[in-house]
């Protein structure tokens, strides 16, 4: 009678071949010097047994942990949770991450981390002393932190920098902030916008000011101002209000306005409403994220798509593929792309929803 497939251990497959636990743990890293009739002899046992790898089990030969941890900020983490708004962008981290793992025989784990606590050297090492990572992937602040990025570089641990162009150790990857900012203007400008306000991130994230610099190289290739036409917010809501109501209060307010969130673009929206602002007929407003709450908004939001995914996807890919061959020497970009939706139309017309 077969054994249940969850009670299966290298060490049935092992007495079952007659061989050794690192003999078969060698035939599962696909490790050199494995005679090929002793690979397919430990294969066949595998199969015979229906053995499915377990992490320990790879383990064993020592050379990897079949591991890719994320470090995400604690405190915005956390918040996001907490406020229940629907941002998703750890569910997107997980989405490519976990499933591009999984296609490597790998698993991903998210750690959280502050940033700004002075003991983040501590605390990320511990988490690399008890997981020993085959790879790091670090999303802003953590990817521009010195600290961190000295700390794995020093350990020997490749890794990733999502949304940073640093000159430094570490892969460096951007989501084509500057790229996306440039689709969302253009696509004011061709409804007839001359007049778009720009609502950008804080200065501590790099990217946006890679947005910033993409909003205003396309205005300055259209010929159209951008003075007194650019806030910043900390991507949160309170400071969207802030920012949209320093835009709309202006002697000559934006006909159409871009916010780096979709906590700024509701934001926008509530500003707009409450001095009695039609969107899209009086403002088109375009947001960043196109989170899952972008979509039931009234009217439903014209939104970046962030390929937080694909982006954590090819982190993953180039952090496995970093044992076998030296890693991008230029930053590498995954772009996003505009999903059109009902908040934007030409000045003075009503879009479609």
Known sequence: ?????????????????GVSLQTVSRVINNEPNVRPAMKERVQASIDKLGYVPS??????????????????????????????????????????????????????????????SDHVERELGAA????????????????ENPLITGLLAERGIPFARIGSKQD???????MGDTH???????????????????????????????????????MADAGLPTDGLCERGDFGFESGILAASNLLDAAEPPTAIIASSDQMALATIEVARKRGLDIPRDLSLVSFDNSPIVRFTQPPLTAVDQPISATIARAVELLIEARK????????????ELVVRGSTAGPGRRGDS
Request: net charge neutral; glycine share 10%; proline share 5%.
């Open 180 to 218: 996306n900012a440039q689709l969302a203007t253009d696509h004011l400008i061709e409804l007839g916008h001359e007049r778009i306000g720009f609502i950008a991130g804080p200065k501590e994230f790099s990217l946006a000011g890679w947005r910033i610099e993409g909003w205003e190289k396309t």
């Open 128 to 143: 690399l002393a008890a997981l020993q990572p085959d790879g790091v992937i670090l999303t802003p602040p953590h990817s």
């Open 168 to 174: 430094g150790p570490g892969i460096a990857m951007t």
């Open 325 to 336: 061959k030296a890693p991008p020497k230029e930053p590498v970009s995954v772009h996003g």
């Open 55 to 116: 992490i320990a089990a790879q383990r064993m030969s020592g050379s990897r942990s079949y591991l890719i941890l994320a470090i995400n900020d604690r405190d915005l983490t956390i918040a996001d949770w907490r406020a229940r708004e629907g941002r998703d962008w750890v569910d997107q981290m997980l989405l490519g991450g976990m499933l591009t793992c999984a296609e490597h025989g790998y698993r991903m784990l998210i750690e959280l981390v502050d940033t700004h």
């Open 1 to 17: 009678m077969a054994r249940r497939r969850q009670s299966v251990t290298i060490k049935h497959v092992a007495a079952d071949a």
